[in-house]
């Protein structure tokens, strides 16, 4: 894997470290970190309540369009 060189303050440098466990690298701690994102993003959407309705009322639509 080909590394790269980041240019970060050291405020924020110290601020990843702290989330960091003994001899992890930074890049591994991005990377949990990332990845605890990207997880606490899909459960946000995945639990989202936006665009939902009841039980109830998808029953009702749906023996409103498809009547018996």
Same mark, same amino acid.
């Given at each position: 894997m080909e590394n790269t060189t980041i240019a970060i303050t050291k405020e924020v440098k110290n601020k990843i470290s702290e989330f960091g466990n003994k001899g992890e690298s930074f890049s591994d701690i991005l990377k949990r970190l990332l990845m605890s994102a990207e997880q606490r993003l899909l459960n946000d959407?995945?639990?989202?309540?936006?665009?939902?309705?009841?039980? /109830? /009322?998808?029953?009702? /639509?749906?023996? /409103?369009?498809?009547?018996?």
């Open positions: 959407i995945l639990m989202s309540k936006d665009g939902c309705v009841t039980i /109830e /009322e998808a029953i009702r /639509e749906a023996q /409103e369009k498809w009547p018996k």
